[in-house]
């Protein structure tokens, strides 16, 4: 501990990755096969991420099925091997001084770093009804595979028509007597091969063009008021549970004025997962892009990486001291 109270870690790093989801784990192992000093910080103290929250993995490259947890498993023993530290560390700030870089967690601690990735996915967005708060954990979930169980030979509703809405209410027909997947328009947008594997489950009862108006209940969720966009009509359908799946927000509040981002919060970056920032990247879900896809993730959380990689190279060639002013960077276009 310092005089000021902030407890300093002695060493330096040469990468901190922030969040210990798939794209961390993959930064991970290729800067501990580079050898380089790389610390995992997780607000879990774990790795595994969305993972954990996924029951079968089936899109991922010689991969044909995997459990999340026995993929999260295998990739945290990868990384240990190549003498990778994970460690429980909420960050709230991060910022450049000199040729370091200052990673900041909630109890006071900094960690001095070369450079910094940052891979903190984001959480399930919220529907923004009434009753949502109130029966939150009372009937009201964002994770099929935690909660799924509570639910046994019940009426359970899905909101959404994405990836996760479609494929998480193929899941809660093991446990739901029916499964209603309420959507705001007449088509879902998840994956075919998943729209058809719900469209054939007997359980499953697909509601077009209709929105959540009000989740009620005494004391925990017994029905859903909906609204039929078209016709205006209201009605109130009898339910169990109420699993949201309505999208997706970036954990990107860390992230100071100086770091682009796009209408939703996501953070832009270069081609090389870089920021405007020189030694800080971005990569996995929190990052702006196309997909949002466990393969392109671990794919630009390598990008990152080497790119981590290139520029410790540089910085040590150029007779690196911690003083010595930040390079001026060539500005990136977005
Ligand atoms: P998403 O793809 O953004 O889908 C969100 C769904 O919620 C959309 O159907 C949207 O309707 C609906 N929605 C949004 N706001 C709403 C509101 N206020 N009221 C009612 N409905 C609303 O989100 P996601 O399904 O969570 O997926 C997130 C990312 O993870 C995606 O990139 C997805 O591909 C990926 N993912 C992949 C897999 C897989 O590969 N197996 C599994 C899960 C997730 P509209 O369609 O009308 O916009």
């Keep these: 501990m310092t005089s000021n109270g902030i407890a300093q870690v002695p060493e330096d790093w040469d990468v901190v990755i922030i969040g210990a989801g798939p794209a961390g784990m993959a930064a991970a192992l290729y800067t501990g096969r580079a050898k ?39 990739m945290v023993e990868q990384i240990r091997e190549f003498g990778v530290e994970i460690t429980y560390g909420e960050v709230t700030a991060f910022e450049a001084r000199g040729n370091r870089r200052i990673v900041k967690t909630e109890d006071g ?43 046994k030979n019940q009426v359970l509703a899905v909101i959404g028509g994405g990836d996760s809405a479609v494929e998480e209410g193929t899941f809660l027909t093991r446990y739901g007597e029916k499964v209603y997947i309420i959507h705001r328009r007449d088509e879902w947008r998840a994956q075919k091969l998943l729209q058809e594997r719900a469209l ?8 077009w063009n209709t929105v959540v108006e009000e989740i009620g209940g005494d004391g925990k ?23 949201i799946y309505v999208g997706f927000m970036p954990n990107s509040q860390i992230f ?45 959380a390598t990008t990152a990486a080497v790119a981590a990689t290139r520029y410790i190279e540089e910085l040590d060639a150029t007779g690196d001291t911690e003083e010595a002013e930040t390079a001026e960077k060539v500005p990136v276009e977005y």
């Design 36 to 74: 380089l000093k790389t610390l995992l910080l997780d607000r879990a103290g774990l790795g595994g991420g969305q993972l954990m929250n996924t029951e079968l993995i089936e899109d991922y490259p010689a991969i044909k099925s995997i459990t999340g947890s026995a993929m999260a498993d295998d």
């Design 109 to 151: 601690t900094e960690y001095v770093t070369k450079t910094v990735i940052v891979t903190t996915g984001g959480l399930p967005r919220k529907l923004d009804v009434t009753g949502e708060q109130e029966f939150a954990g009372r009937g009201v979930s964002y994770c099929a595979i935690c909660d799924g169980a509570f639910f």
């Design 200 to 207: 054939n489950n007997p359980k499953i009862e697909p509601i």
């Design 221 to 243: 969720v017994q029905w859903l008021r909906l609204r039929d966009v078209t016709t205006g009509e209201e009605q109130r359908v009898d339910v169990g549970g109420v699993f």
């Design 256 to 300: 100071g004025h100086e770091y682009p981002k796009d209408a939703q919060g996501f953070v832009i970056t270069d081609d090389k997962m870089e920021t405007p920032v020189p030694g800080i990247y971005v990569a996995g879900d929190v990052r702006s892009q196309y997909v949002r896809q466990i393969s392109n993730a671990v794919g630009d």
